[in-house]
């Protein structure tokens, strides 16, 4: 059983998807704390109709990155949490967080790292005319989006999609990896090699493909 | 029916895949030229097989890119040719040609671009850690594999692959991919939209997905 601390700055589907999966018995995990770095949003609300302690700590109330995230631990020692979970969180973590917990905090972007780091991922990628997006559960370090990948999932992007289409179709996606990644640290399985992340234990994923646009040629 | 330029600097198998699917009737074109800019290369003999005209053009021979460009411009007008296939062509395309073949250069490049552009991808993605690889066929531009996408296929990174067992599991990909783009042009289907190539009149691939490592939490 693994404590988490699952920090939010939204409406916090991610979190949901969680939380549905602790209370289907799919995880061996527990969510001691929720903070917010934004009061009011709705994943706090999600918190609150689950029973899970939740907090707000507002980063305008501290002149320094650092400074927050030394509150921040404090309160996720107190809560004696293991594994922090950034599900949604929209600030940077600083050294004073990843240190205390190191390869100990999971973060899940929406897009196929190292393609589209950064903000604004969809639009981007509908922009740019891939014609694959996804996500991806990594840990943090101290670089924008750079961390260990843990797991990938990868979506086909259509010649109608927009932003928002394209969105929902990861983001289904994302409920699934980001629970399955916590459940691989639960059971103990995931080993760091350089930037490599092993999943000991785990069956290979299938020898598929996916082409897109798709191949008719072989119809011929 | 489309008249090619076939480009090479090596083996040759992409070339080979064209080949075999024109033979198999698969692909409304022929292939007027195969130009090398290496003596000796077993593309080359490829060529000779099958009885296509071919060439080398040392690049070597030439003080500026831009004189090299202008001597394959020579050739590939002397051939009728009106699109140019870059198969595992080692050199940089300069302006010289693509303002003549102005969309109409292909590319193939071993991964999921934007992710990965250069050489020695596989190693490059092992060591990264991805989950998830691929091949692009794209237009080429003036930028380093930055021209508009036509097609991508991807497949997965195992835990045990070395850059040898990747770059076979793309290269099977790559084979298909690249008659898939030659004959959605040759069909007249790419749209050119900003930055976006559109497969006007192909179905749509499958809403499907791939996640690696499997998702094994809802066995449970």
Redesign the interface.
Known sequence: MVNLGVLVSGSGSNLQAIID?IEA???DAQIKIVISNVPGVYALERARTHAIPSMVISHKEYKKREDFDQKLLEVLKTHEVELVILAGFMRIVTPVLLRAFPMRVMNIHPA?????PGTHVWQTE???????A?CTVHFVDEGPDTG??I??????V??DDTADTLNA?IL??EH??F??AI??YAEGRLKVQ??????EG?????????????????E?
Request: net charge positive.
């Open positions: 999966n018995g799919r995880l196929l790292l190292p393609s589209f509908v922009d740019y005319g891939v014609k694959f996804g260990p990948i797991i990938q999932a990868v979506v086909p259509y010649d179709r289904k996606q699934k990896i629970s399955q459940q691989l350089g930037r490599r992340v092993l999943a785990i069956p290979q994923a299938p020898d598929s493909f996916m082409i897109n646009p798709p191949v008719t040629i072989f011929r």
